[in-house]
Protein backbone atom coordinates (compact mmCIF):
# COMPACT_ATOMS: atom_id res chain seq x y z
CA UNK A 1 0.00 0.00 0.00
CA UNK A 2 1.11 3.52 -0.14
CA UNK A 3 1.53 5.87 2.98
CA UNK A 4 0.96 9.55 4.00
CA UNK A 5 2.47 9.98 6.80
CA UNK A 6 2.38 13.09 8.97
CA UNK A 7 5.95 15.48 8.89
CA UNK A 8 6.66 14.09 12.53
CA UNK A 9 7.09 10.66 11.16
CA UNK A 10 7.80 11.53 7.73
CA UNK A 11 11.91 12.32 8.89
CA UNK A 12 12.31 9.37 10.99
CA UNK A 13 11.08 7.31 8.53
CA UNK A 14 13.11 8.40 5.43
CA UNK A 15 16.21 7.98 8.19
CA UNK A 16 17.47 4.53 6.34
CA UNK A 17 17.18 6.15 3.15
CA UNK A 18 19.32 9.00 3.74
CA UNK A 19 21.89 6.17 5.23
CA UNK A 20 21.85 4.28 2.31
CA UNK A 21 22.34 7.04 -0.01
CA UNK A 22 25.26 8.14 2.20
CA UNK A 23 27.19 5.25 1.73
CA UNK A 24 27.20 5.04 -2.21
CA UNK A 25 27.70 8.80 -2.46
CA UNK A 26 30.90 8.41 -0.16
CA UNK A 27 31.89 5.30 -2.15
CA UNK A 28 31.75 8.09 -5.27
CA UNK A 29 33.45 10.79 -3.41
CA UNK A 30 35.86 8.59 -1.62
CA UNK A 31 36.76 7.43 -5.43
CA UNK A 32 38.17 10.59 -6.49
CA UNK A 33 40.18 10.82 -3.14
CA UNK A 34 41.83 7.84 -3.93
CA UNK A 35 42.49 8.02 -7.86
CA UNK A 36 46.36 8.42 -7.51
CA UNK A 37 46.95 5.21 -5.24
CA UNK A 38 45.02 3.59 -7.04
CA UNK A 39 46.56 4.39 -9.95
CA UNK A 40 50.31 3.60 -8.51
CA UNK A 41 48.84 0.18 -7.03
CA UNK A 42 47.93 -0.88 -10.18
CA UNK A 43 49.90 0.31 -12.42
CA UNK A 44 47.91 2.72 -14.78
CA UNK A 45 47.44 6.38 -15.37
CA UNK A 46 45.67 8.39 -13.38
CA UNK A 47 43.28 9.06 -16.54
CA UNK A 48 43.01 5.38 -16.78
CA UNK A 49 41.94 4.95 -13.24
CA UNK A 50 39.36 7.72 -13.81
CA UNK A 51 37.39 5.70 -16.24
CA UNK A 52 36.51 3.59 -13.16
CA UNK A 53 33.99 6.66 -12.65
CA UNK A 54 33.14 6.61 -16.00
CA UNK A 55 32.00 2.56 -16.33
CA UNK A 56 30.19 3.11 -12.94
CA UNK A 57 28.13 5.95 -14.32
CA UNK A 58 27.13 4.28 -18.00
CA UNK A 59 25.97 0.86 -15.94
CA UNK A 60 24.30 2.91 -13.46
CA UNK A 61 22.74 4.95 -16.49
CA UNK A 62 21.37 1.93 -18.32
CA UNK A 63 20.60 -0.51 -15.37
CA UNK A 64 18.42 2.23 -13.21
CA UNK A 65 15.82 2.43 -16.07
CA UNK A 66 15.60 -0.95 -16.87
CA UNK A 67 15.46 -2.25 -13.72
CA UNK A 68 12.49 0.44 -12.59
CA UNK A 69 10.65 -0.20 -15.62
CA UNK A 70 10.84 -4.44 -14.67
CA UNK A 71 9.83 -4.14 -10.65
CA UNK A 72 7.26 -1.61 -10.78
CA UNK A 73 4.53 -3.35 -8.93
CA UNK A 74 7.44 -4.49 -6.53
CA UNK A 75 7.54 -3.77 -2.64
CA UNK A 76 10.23 -1.30 -2.22
CA UNK A 77 11.90 -2.98 0.74
CA UNK A 78 13.01 -5.81 -1.66
CA UNK A 79 14.72 -3.88 -3.99
CA UNK A 80 16.26 -1.36 -1.70
CA UNK A 81 17.74 -4.64 0.18
CA UNK A 82 18.68 -6.41 -3.36
CA UNK A 83 20.27 -3.27 -4.25
CA UNK A 84 22.35 -3.16 -0.96
CA UNK A 85 23.63 -6.19 -1.82
CA UNK A 86 24.27 -6.50 -4.64
CA UNK A 87 26.68 -3.16 -3.73
CA UNK A 88 28.00 -4.78 -1.00
CA UNK A 89 29.34 -7.54 -3.26
CA UNK A 90 30.79 -5.12 -5.82
CA UNK A 91 32.40 -3.61 -3.08
CA UNK A 92 34.23 -6.28 -2.00
CA UNK A 93 35.39 -6.89 -5.34
CA UNK A 94 37.30 -3.79 -5.65
CA UNK A 95 38.88 -3.51 -2.11
CA UNK A 96 40.11 -7.27 -3.16
CA UNK A 97 41.11 -7.08 -6.97
CA UNK A 98 44.53 -7.02 -7.87
CA UNK A 99 44.20 -5.74 -11.57
CA UNK A 100 42.45 -2.95 -12.88
CA UNK A 101 40.03 -5.44 -14.77
CA UNK A 102 38.79 -6.86 -11.81
CA UNK A 103 38.24 -3.54 -9.97
CA UNK A 104 36.52 -2.61 -13.42
CA UNK A 105 34.09 -5.77 -13.73
CA UNK A 106 33.29 -5.48 -9.54
CA UNK A 107 32.83 -1.59 -9.90
CA UNK A 108 29.90 -2.84 -12.86
CA UNK A 109 28.03 -5.11 -9.88
CA UNK A 110 28.47 -2.31 -7.52
CA UNK A 111 27.06 0.32 -9.91
CA UNK A 112 23.65 -2.46 -10.69
CA UNK A 113 23.03 -2.76 -7.37
CA UNK A 114 23.46 1.06 -6.46
CA UNK A 115 20.73 1.95 -9.65
CA UNK A 116 18.36 -0.94 -7.79
CA UNK A 117 18.72 1.13 -4.85
CA UNK A 118 18.76 4.61 -5.60
CA UNK A 119 15.88 5.63 -7.63
CA UNK A 120 13.78 3.26 -5.09
CA UNK A 121 15.02 5.65 -2.15
CA UNK A 122 13.97 8.70 -4.18
CA UNK A 123 10.24 7.26 -5.04
CA UNK A 124 9.83 6.24 -2.19
CA UNK A 125 10.37 9.44 -0.49
CA UNK A 126 8.08 11.45 -2.99
CA UNK A 127 5.32 8.88 -2.40
CA UNK A 128 5.74 8.60 1.06
CA UNK A 129 4.83 12.94 1.49
CA UNK A 130 2.16 15.28 0.52
CA UNK A 131 2.63 17.45 -1.64
CA UNK A 132 3.37 20.17 0.79
CA UNK A 133 5.96 18.66 2.31
CA UNK A 134 7.40 16.66 -1.40
CA UNK A 135 10.54 19.18 -1.48
CA UNK A 136 11.81 18.61 2.09
CA UNK A 137 11.46 14.45 2.33
CA UNK A 138 12.99 14.64 -1.16
CA UNK A 139 15.75 16.90 0.34
CA UNK A 140 16.52 14.58 3.17
CA UNK A 141 17.55 11.06 0.89
CA UNK A 142 19.95 14.17 -1.30
CA UNK A 143 21.02 14.63 2.15
CA UNK A 144 22.67 11.67 2.19
CA UNK A 145 24.59 11.99 -0.70
CA UNK A 146 25.83 15.52 0.06
CA UNK A 147 26.40 14.55 3.86
CA UNK A 148 28.93 12.12 1.76
CA UNK A 149 30.46 14.97 -0.01
CA UNK A 150 31.17 16.74 3.60
CA UNK A 151 32.77 13.30 4.65
CA UNK A 152 33.66 10.92 1.91
CA UNK A 153 36.53 12.59 0.76
CA UNK A 154 38.08 13.59 4.05
CA UNK A 155 37.26 9.95 5.15
CA UNK A 156 39.28 8.10 2.32
CA UNK A 157 42.21 10.88 2.35
CA UNK A 158 42.69 10.63 5.92
CA UNK A 159 41.22 7.32 6.60
CA UNK A 160 44.09 5.97 3.63
CA UNK A 161 46.90 6.83 6.08
CA UNK A 162 46.16 4.27 8.05
CA UNK A 163 44.43 1.34 6.10
CA UNK A 164 45.20 2.12 3.19
CA UNK A 165 42.80 2.45 -0.38
CA UNK A 166 41.43 -1.10 0.26
CA UNK A 167 40.68 -0.51 3.65
CA UNK A 168 38.76 2.69 2.76
CA UNK A 169 36.82 0.32 0.42
CA UNK A 170 36.69 -2.31 2.82
CA UNK A 171 35.07 0.11 5.12
CA UNK A 172 32.53 1.36 2.25
CA UNK A 173 31.30 -2.59 2.04
CA UNK A 174 30.42 -2.36 5.70
CA UNK A 175 28.12 0.74 5.54
CA UNK A 176 26.45 -0.69 2.76
CA UNK A 177 25.28 -3.99 4.95
CA UNK A 178 24.51 -1.43 7.69
CA UNK A 179 21.84 0.16 4.86
CA UNK A 180 20.89 -3.37 4.02
CA UNK A 181 19.97 -3.76 7.55
CA UNK A 182 18.21 -0.85 7.78
CA UNK A 183 16.00 -1.14 5.17
CA UNK A 184 13.65 -3.49 7.17
CA UNK A 185 12.99 -1.03 9.46
CA UNK A 186 11.01 0.72 6.35
CA UNK A 187 6.77 0.42 6.10
CA UNK A 188 6.37 -2.02 3.26
CA UNK A 189 5.83 0.08 -0.06
CA UNK A 190 4.48 -0.33 -3.43
CA UNK A 191 4.04 2.42 -5.98
CA UNK A 192 1.19 2.84 -8.16
CA UNK A 193 0.13 -0.07 -10.43
CA UNK A 194 0.59 0.79 -13.85
CA UNK A 195 1.09 -1.54 -17.00
CA UNK A 196 4.79 -2.28 -18.39
CA UNK A 197 4.04 -0.23 -21.10
CA UNK A 198 3.29 3.04 -19.51
CA UNK A 199 6.09 2.83 -17.56
CA UNK A 200 8.65 2.33 -20.91
CA UNK A 201 6.59 4.92 -22.14
CA UNK A 202 7.71 7.54 -19.59
CA UNK A 203 11.41 7.13 -21.54
CA UNK A 204 9.90 9.32 -24.46
CA UNK A 205 8.04 11.59 -23.04
CA UNK A 206 9.29 15.12 -24.25
CA UNK A 207 8.62 16.63 -20.95
CA UNK A 208 10.22 14.20 -19.34
CA UNK A 209 13.64 14.36 -21.86
CA UNK A 210 13.78 17.92 -21.48
CA UNK A 211 13.99 17.68 -17.75
CA UNK A 212 16.81 15.16 -18.01
CA UNK A 213 18.55 16.79 -20.78
CA UNK A 214 18.88 19.59 -18.27
CA UNK A 215 20.19 17.22 -15.23
CA UNK A 216 22.94 15.31 -17.87
CA UNK A 217 24.40 19.03 -19.05
CA UNK A 218 24.81 20.02 -15.56
CA UNK A 219 26.58 17.00 -14.14
CA UNK A 220 28.69 17.06 -16.98
CA UNK A 221 29.56 20.39 -16.17
CA UNK A 222 30.74 19.75 -12.62
CA UNK A 223 32.38 16.46 -13.15
CA UNK A 224 34.92 17.97 -16.27
CA UNK A 225 36.53 19.63 -13.76
CA UNK A 226 36.01 17.79 -10.47
CA UNK A 227 37.20 14.34 -10.95
CA UNK A 228 40.14 16.10 -11.43
CA UNK A 229 40.30 18.39 -9.07
CA UNK A 230 43.59 17.48 -7.29
CA UNK A 231 45.36 18.17 -10.51
CA UNK A 232 43.45 21.50 -11.39
CA UNK A 233 44.50 23.08 -7.82
CA UNK A 234 48.10 21.38 -6.87
CA UNK A 235 49.71 24.40 -7.67
CA UNK A 236 48.12 26.20 -4.82
CA UNK A 237 46.45 23.69 -2.72
CA UNK A 238 48.73 20.69 -1.33
CA UNK A 239 48.16 17.22 -1.38
CA UNK A 240 47.84 17.99 2.61
CA UNK A 241 44.87 20.77 2.58
CA UNK A 242 42.92 18.79 0.05
CA UNK A 243 40.86 17.17 2.39
CA UNK A 244 39.72 20.30 3.67
CA UNK A 245 39.61 22.02 0.55
CA UNK A 246 36.79 19.28 -0.59
CA UNK A 247 34.98 19.42 2.69
CA UNK A 248 34.63 23.24 2.52
CA UNK A 249 32.48 22.32 -0.81
CA UNK A 250 30.72 19.85 0.74
CA UNK A 251 29.47 22.03 3.41
CA UNK A 252 28.56 24.45 0.59
CA UNK A 253 26.22 21.09 -0.32
CA UNK A 254 24.66 20.72 2.60
CA UNK A 255 23.50 23.38 3.08
CA UNK A 256 22.58 24.30 -0.71
CA UNK A 257 20.45 20.72 -0.69
CA UNK A 258 18.27 21.79 3.05
CA UNK A 259 17.59 24.86 1.34
CA UNK A 260 16.98 23.82 -1.62
CA UNK A 261 13.98 21.39 -0.13
CA UNK A 262 12.66 24.26 1.58
CA UNK A 263 12.58 26.81 -1.84
CA UNK A 264 11.08 24.03 -4.17
CA UNK A 265 7.82 23.96 -1.50
CA UNK A 266 7.92 27.57 -1.15
CA UNK A 267 8.94 28.91 -4.64
CA UNK A 268 8.49 26.29 -6.99
CA UNK A 269 10.99 23.77 -8.37
CA UNK A 270 11.57 25.61 -12.20
CA UNK A 271 12.83 29.27 -9.60
CA UNK A 272 14.86 27.13 -7.59
CA UNK A 273 16.51 25.41 -10.24
CA UNK A 274 16.91 28.88 -12.04
CA UNK A 275 18.59 29.92 -8.98
CA UNK A 276 20.72 26.91 -8.32
CA UNK A 277 21.96 26.47 -12.08
CA UNK A 278 23.24 30.34 -12.34
CA UNK A 279 25.04 29.88 -8.85
CA UNK A 280 27.07 27.16 -9.96
CA UNK A 281 28.05 28.28 -13.27
CA UNK A 282 29.40 31.81 -11.75
CA UNK A 283 31.55 29.17 -9.07
CA UNK A 284 33.06 27.25 -12.19
CA UNK A 285 33.62 30.17 -13.91
CA UNK A 286 35.61 32.04 -10.62
CA UNK A 287 37.59 29.08 -10.51
CA UNK A 288 39.33 29.23 -13.44
CA UNK A 289 40.26 32.77 -11.74
CA UNK A 290 40.76 31.74 -8.13
CA UNK A 291 42.99 28.37 -8.87
CA UNK A 292 46.15 30.13 -8.19
CA UNK A 293 45.25 31.79 -4.52
CA UNK A 294 44.05 28.65 -2.28
CA UNK A 295 41.55 30.79 0.14
CA UNK A 296 40.03 31.57 -3.39
CA UNK A 297 39.56 28.19 -4.51
CA UNK A 298 37.84 27.75 -0.24
CA UNK A 299 35.54 30.15 -1.21
CA UNK A 300 34.53 29.53 -5.03
CA UNK A 301 34.25 26.02 -4.37
CA UNK A 302 32.02 26.35 -1.14
CA UNK A 303 29.56 28.47 -3.53
CA UNK A 304 29.52 26.07 -5.86
CA UNK A 305 28.74 23.22 -3.90
CA UNK A 306 25.81 25.50 -2.17
CA UNK A 307 24.60 26.56 -5.82
CA UNK A 308 25.26 22.79 -7.67
CA UNK A 309 23.28 20.73 -4.84
CA UNK A 310 20.07 23.23 -5.00
CA UNK A 311 19.73 21.52 -8.87
CA UNK A 312 18.91 17.73 -7.80
CA UNK A 313 15.58 18.28 -5.74
CA UNK A 314 13.83 20.92 -8.02
CA UNK A 315 14.66 18.31 -11.30
CA UNK A 316 13.18 15.24 -8.88
CA UNK A 317 10.24 17.37 -8.28
CA UNK A 318 9.98 18.51 -11.69
CA UNK A 319 9.65 14.60 -12.16
CA UNK A 320 7.20 13.74 -9.85
CA UNK A 321 4.61 16.20 -11.47
CA UNK A 322 5.42 15.19 -15.09
CA UNK A 323 5.59 11.46 -14.45
CA UNK A 324 3.33 10.96 -11.13
CA UNK A 325 1.71 7.62 -12.93
CA UNK A 326 5.67 6.10 -12.56
CA UNK A 327 7.66 7.59 -10.45
CA UNK A 328 10.31 5.34 -10.44
CA UNK A 329 11.19 5.59 -13.73
CA UNK A 330 11.40 9.21 -13.91
CA UNK A 331 13.47 9.32 -10.91
CA UNK A 332 15.31 6.20 -12.14
CA UNK A 333 15.91 7.86 -15.25
CA UNK A 334 17.02 11.34 -13.74
CA UNK A 335 19.75 9.22 -11.80
CA UNK A 336 20.50 7.51 -15.17
CA UNK A 337 20.98 11.37 -16.51
CA UNK A 338 23.46 12.23 -13.26
CA UNK A 339 25.41 9.31 -13.56
CA UNK A 340 25.76 9.70 -17.70
CA UNK A 341 26.52 13.09 -17.19
CA UNK A 342 29.49 12.01 -14.62
CA UNK A 343 30.82 9.72 -16.89
CA UNK A 344 31.06 12.14 -20.21
CA UNK A 345 32.36 14.69 -17.84
CA UNK A 346 35.17 12.18 -16.36
CA UNK A 347 35.80 11.41 -20.18
CA UNK A 348 35.58 15.28 -21.52
CA UNK A 349 37.79 16.24 -18.37
CA UNK A 350 40.36 13.35 -19.17
CA UNK A 351 40.16 14.85 -22.80
CA UNK A 352 40.93 18.19 -21.97
CA UNK A 353 43.96 17.09 -19.35
CA UNK A 354 45.45 15.08 -21.60
CA UNK A 355 45.34 17.85 -24.85
CA UNK A 356 45.20 21.27 -23.31
CA UNK A 357 46.29 20.88 -19.49
CA UNK A 358 44.28 21.26 -16.14
CA UNK A 359 44.00 25.11 -16.29
CA UNK A 360 41.51 24.93 -18.99
CA UNK A 361 39.13 22.41 -16.83
CA UNK A 362 37.20 25.20 -15.22
CA UNK A 363 36.67 27.23 -18.16
CA UNK A 364 35.27 24.19 -20.26
CA UNK A 365 33.06 23.32 -17.23
CA UNK A 366 31.65 26.93 -17.04
CA UNK A 367 30.76 26.81 -20.81
CA UNK A 368 29.10 23.34 -20.74
CA UNK A 369 27.17 24.75 -17.47
CA UNK A 370 25.95 28.01 -19.33
CA UNK A 371 24.13 25.69 -22.18
CA UNK A 372 23.00 23.82 -19.24
CA UNK A 373 20.95 26.91 -17.81
CA UNK A 374 20.03 28.02 -21.53
CA UNK A 375 18.52 24.68 -21.53
CA UNK A 376 16.57 24.70 -18.32
CA UNK A 377 15.37 28.32 -19.53
CA UNK A 378 13.85 27.41 -22.78
CA UNK A 379 10.18 27.05 -22.73
CA UNK A 380 8.33 23.93 -24.78
CA UNK A 381 6.91 25.23 -28.01
CA UNK A 382 2.92 25.21 -27.93
CA UNK A 383 1.48 22.78 -30.01
CA UNK A 384 0.54 24.28 -33.49
CA UNK A 385 -3.27 23.37 -34.46
CA UNK A 386 -4.17 22.91 -37.76
CA UNK A 387 -7.19 25.85 -38.86
CA UNK A 388 -10.72 23.94 -39.59
CA UNK A 389 -12.09 24.78 -41.99
CA UNK A 390 -15.05 26.72 -42.08
Not at 30 to 46: E, N, Q, R, T
Not at 127 to 137: C, L, P, S
Not at 272 to 278: A, F, M, Q, R, S
Request: glycine share 12%; charged share 10%; hydrophobic share 55%.
Amino acid sequence: MMLRQSSNNLYRSLLPLAVGTFVLGTDGFVLSGLLPLIAADLHISVSTAGQLTTMFAWTYAIASPLIAAATGSWDRRRLLGGGAALFVLGMIGQAAAESFGVMAAARVVAAIGAAAFQANAFAVAGVVADDAHRGRALSIVTAGITLSSVAGVPIGIFAERWIGWRGVLWGIAVGGAVAAALVLLLPRVTLPSTGLRDRIGVLTRPAVLRVLIVTTTQITAVYTTIVYLPVVVATSVPQSMLAWLLLAMGVGQVIGNAQAGRAVDRYGPQRTLTVGLLGALAGLALLGVAVHAAWAVFVVLAVTGLFGAAILVPQQHRLFGIAHDAPTVALGLNGSAIYLGAGIGSVVGATVLDSSGSQWLPWTSALIACLALALALRKARPAVRTPVPA
